[in-house]
């Protein structure tokens, strides 16, 4: 079943970095790839249309806790699934919860079973275990699906962590158990990706890892990292990750990261990333370029009449002008969070496009090492 999904096409000669292509029931997947958050079966300020036509993504995220509490499974169920009730064709992942989880630390109780928490909207309680996250994640009917499991806080103790990641394997058990004994809803495949944990700590990490690859699931996800750790230290988890994750399947880095974090990840191995950040940031005027990173509400644009990104790709970028989408914001107007978020998606894709590119070429490490300081500049 591993070469159905997944075929490696191209490793970079000097690095880690990897070309493949992902086969799922609604489309391929080239990699590396940049996977737009979709929390609750939208992308925040982009419609479905221009993630499609402008952006070019080709997976965007579901999230279970959210869609969960709001629709709901039933909603979720009459709909079809959440291709059919947001009307996105194309490749759906889901994350298992175990996220808002930790997010959720002054609401919520772990326990073998699993966790119970309160709602962030109106307080009611709620359970959420390995085999509820499967039934919920089947409901939503995406394409690839997250075992539950426990992300731990940064910084933690090691035993805590220790612990943590135990935990997380036991759940990975539960997951796949009732994952094979319950079929699709829909008709179509769904496959499980399980999460390496571990904190920082080197050894915890390379226990998870090796315990991971022996489940041979079709692909493996690299959780509980950008929590709050060093970037050095996020670099060096993912380092001996990646090198005992098997080469033949993909590998996943969760909630990850700037565009440099993005570059640097796909040097050690890395070929799925999501992030809420090209949108968050956007909306909050700030803009990733070829040139470096804007911030467009600052005063310096305010008659800057020239295009908001003359290398851009995406039409916003020529359409509008600096000082256009920085009265936007100053105004206040939605429009400006909608421009910002479009053209951040669809750098963060650029990003990976000519990443991908410069891997099948044979010259990504040089293009790397070129375009990472400039990524880090403040203009």
């Known amino acids: 079943m591993t070469q159905d999904f997944f075929n490696l096409e191209a490793t970079d000669q000097k690095s880690g970095a990897r070309a493949g292509t992902i086969h799922t029931a609604h489309g391929t997947i080239q990699t590396p790839i940049f996977m737009p958050v979709g929390t609750l079966g939208t992308v925040k300020t982009v419609p479905h249309r221009d993630l499609e036509n402008d952006v070019k993504a080709q997976i965007i995220l579901g999230n279970t806790y959210?869609?969960?509490?709001?629709?709901?499974?039933e909603v979720m169920e009459t709909a079809g699934g959440l291709h059919s009730f947001s009307?996105?064709?194309?490749?759906?992942?889901?994350?298992?919860?175990?996220?808002?989880?930790y997010s959720l630390a002054a609401n919520r109780k772990i326990k073998e079973e699993g966790v119970t928490f309160q709602s962030h909207i109106d307080g009611s309680k709620h359970m959420l275990s390995p085999e509820t996250s499967i039934d919920i994640q089947r409901s939503i009917g995406a394409d690839i699906i997250m075992a539950f499991d426990e992300c731990p806080p940064y910084p933690c103790e090691k035993e805590y962590a220790r612990k943590s990641m135990h935990l997380t394997h036991r759940w990975l058990k539960r997951s796949i158990d009732h994952w094979q004994k319950n079929p699709e809803t829909y008709g179509y495949r769904q496959e499980l990706f399980p999460i390496v944990q571990g904190s920082v700590y080197p050894d915890l990490r390379k226990e998870s890892a090796e315990f991971i690859a022996s489940q041979d699931c079709v692909g493996n996800a690299i959780g509980g990292l950008s929590v709050g750790e060093p970037a050095e230290d996020m670099y060096a988890m993912c380092n001996l990750v990646c090198g005992i994750l098997p080469q033949e399947k993909p590998r996943y880095l969760m909630g990850v990261g700037t565009p440099a974090n993005l570059l640097e990840c796909v040097a050690l191995g890395v070929d799925m990333f999501d992030c809420v950040m090209p949108t968050r940031n956007g909306r909050n005027g700030m803009l990733f370029t070829q040139n470096g990173i804007i911030n467009i509400k600052n005063q310096k644009w305010k008659n800057d009449h020239s295009p908001l990104d003359p290398y851009g790709d995406c039409y916003v970028d020529q359409m509008y002008s600096k000082a256009y989408v920085r009265h936007l914001f100053t105004a206040n107007e939605s429009l400006g969070k909608h421009i910002a978020s479009l053209h951040n998606l669809r750098f963060y894709l650029w990003l990976m496009e000519n990443a991908r590119?410069?891997?099948?070429?044979?010259?990504?490490?040089?293009?790397?090492?070129?375009?990472?300081?400039?990524l880090q500049t403040r203009l």
């Not at 959210?66 to 499974?73: K, Q, S, T, V, Y």
């Not at 590119?357 to 400039?374: A, D, Q």
């Open 87 to 101: 009307a996105w064709k194309k490749p759906l992942l889901t994350d298992s919860g175990g996220y808002q989880v």
């Open 66 to 73: 959210h869609l969960m509490l709001r629709p709901g499974m």
């Open 357 to 374: 590119t410069k891997i099948l070429e044979g010259s990504f490490s040089e293009w790397k090492h070129m375009m990472v300081p400039i």
